[in-house]
């Protein structure tokens, strides 16, 4: 990766820069808005009273290899040409290890200059991934699954071509490249407001958090705006919200390992050493560049899911339904919204959602949302006579 | 319904009447491509050699009440009350018996106009379907799943209200309605040729075919249009491709009953009376209203819905996915584009496919999908001793 004393300061200008080198080269994706989705959001299941919000979706499903991570893999390595030369980069080549939407997004930018990307895969990586990487790329290699096997791997690769390593969000080429999401989402909002003859009154923008590249990116984009709430959003189970709990923290602590199986497979991962400091510090008229972080519950999350494909048509990956799942169901974050509206005179907030990626498979998706038959079908399986029974139902599970 | 000899004549002008009437009552659905589905269509999986093709994907299941229906629906409804006064229909209101799409477009529409619809679905209709309704109209009637049981019902609520029948399709309305689809894409199509510095050269439109009121109002749209083939595209499983096999009788003959249980439930219909006339005739300057039908077997329609959902990231009922099919494994329909092709040098040809509805649940795409799973389970089922086995499987098939 480019040498972190050659990137650029982590500011909103930096975003605008950024932009400027990959605009060309990423699809400007659609802001979506859905009658539905705002009519639910802004009504309670219970008594409790509810905040209204006017929702807007960025598509970053429809991004160049389905997912935002294109903008941040065009940024760096446009960012490493400048920095070392076309002919120098095409040499060494750039290699990453990455089992999701990074390889094959790296594998994207590196083919569209001629520079050749080795990608290191766990050999359990979907079929489809693989098949996607290879197709940009004919250095794939397969390694074991743990991080020692892959690093040890991409080391390998490091010794025997040079390559330069191009990490997946912990970087400021990255994070700056992720940014330009939030750049983007504010222009298409303001024109939307403005063909209405409306203000832009931009609230809150609510955005998945794995490794927080993406996060951290429109946390820095926003940070001279201080009437606009960033929000990171974390699944709950088996501690995938090692952000909000590092930052409920007193005093506020990275957590460094997450291990868990949340079905948000894209935010598996712990926060990243420079995402966290921007996530931790304000700027000159900001007070903190991050609001807060709030999670949501595995049930909540296929709930919010399943409303963005049957009701709203559109076809996304479990983790981009992290954001809508906080918006419907935390309680916490509903509560905080409303007292803030409450203050404000009671007017809905505008505020917009990142649809982070759409790179799932039906397979997936039967998995996902044939648990609960699952389990119907093992007690049924279970109660018959014989050991065959059980072996079915744990066929039918996987 | 309006009675028909106050209805407009079948033409392309009519078509234009339409769409200033509904326009402001219906969303206009974008229009979009897919670079990934180009290149699928135009290569072969074999060594034939393959048409060539820019595909534009109408997606009518982003329209109201996600299907293209709302069209029809709003076109019948305003036109009722050009013939008979708000009042009088206000009084008397509208009556449908529909399991689908068309029960929620009626609803919808009658409920704009403070008009009050009663709609008659069996029993068995699947929950969301039903609710859907029952959010516009208060006048939902439960009826056993046969037509007889269903048009009795529809007798009774005449009697007692005074209620006006509107049919799903076989009516001039509601195909001048549906035809609107057709003039819409039409105009996107030419804006965003001209955006692209691009002469407009549209060669062919397809469209699903159940009854037939949408694909005869495209037809009807394009009949002064040589250049432009319209192309019904039909399920092949259990008889569903009853217009392709009626097209294909000498001399051509309706097929007045059908009974498949194609997963492509939207189609499922005969193709109606008044369709099958335009269908089978031509216009002062156009041989063939329709060019021709084509049909999709089962598989060949999962494959294109996987392809619409996984790669598109766009979320449509298995009905929509039938034009696809075509597009991409009907050898018949790709040896015709490529002779065609040839002659004229080659050049790929522009073409639209409408993306009918995308209403559709993740449960029954489970089961779509499940298909293969669960024959499998079935074998291993009844592989095991005593009767249990066999029960299981059938449940899980369920």
Chains 1, 2 share one sequence.
Request: some cysteine; hydrophobic content about 35%.
């Amino acid at each position: 990766m480019a040498d972190i004393s050659t990137t650029l300061p982590l500011t909103p200008e930096s975003v605008h820069t950024a932009f400027s080198k990959i605009r060309d080269h990423v699809h400007r994706t659609p802001l979506l808005t859905s009658k539905t989705l705002n009519s639910i959001a802004s009504s309670s299941s219970d008594s409790t009273p509810s905040p209204k919000f006017n929702i807007y979706f960025k598509c970053e499903n429809y991004q160049r290899i389905g997912a935002f991570k294109a903008r941040g893999a065009f940024h760096a390595i446009t960012h490493l040409i400048e920095v070392m030369g076309l002919e120098e980069v095409r040499k060494r080549g750039v290699v990453t290890h990455s089992s999701g939407n990074h390889a094959q997004a790296l594998a994207l930018a590196a083919s569209h200059f001629d520079i050749p990307a080795h990608i290191v895969m766990p050999k359990i990586s979907t079929p489809s991934k693989i098949a996607g990487t290879q197709s940009y790329t004919k250095h794939v290699y397969f390694s074991g699954s743990t991080s020692q096997e892959r690093e040890a791997m991409v080391e390998d690769v490091i010794k025997d071509t040079g390559a330069i390593l191009v990490p997946p969000y912990d970087h400021p080429d990255i994070m700056l490249g992720q940014g330009t999401t939030a750049l983007e989402l504010q222009e298409q909002y303001n024109k939307i407001r403005e063909e209405q003859d409306g203000k832009p009154n931009l609230k809150a923008v609510l955005s998945p958090l794995g490794g927080g590249g993406l996060l951290s990116g429109i946390s820095i984009y926003f940070s001279d705006q201080p009437e606009v709430n960033v929000i990171g959003c974390e699944p709950s189970y088996q501690g995938g919200n090692d952000g909000e709990i590092g930052l409920k923290s007193n005093p506020p602590k990275r957590i460094e390992t997450v291990k868990t199986l949340t079905i948000a497979d894209g935010l598996r991962t712990p926060v990243g050493t420079i995402p966290w400091k921007i996530f931790t510090s304000g700027s000159s008229n900001k007070t903190k560049n991050l609001e807060s972080i709030y999670s949501a519950t595995e049930e909540q999350i296929k709930k919010a899911m399943r409303l963005v494909l049957e009701r709203m048509k559109v076809f996304i990956e479990p983790s981009s339904a992290v954001p809508l799942a906080v918006v419907l169901y935390n309680e916490e974050f509903r509560k905080w919204v409303y007292e803030e509206q409450q203050a404000e005179g009671g007017k809905p907030w505008d505020i917009a959602i990142v649809f982070s990626g759409g790179n799932t498979t039906i397979e997936a998706i039967m998995g996902i949302f044939g648990d609960k038959s699952n389990d119907k079908d093992i007690e049924r399986a279970e109660g018959i006579k014989g050991s065959g029974g059980k072996h079915i139902a744990e066929n039918i599970a996987g």
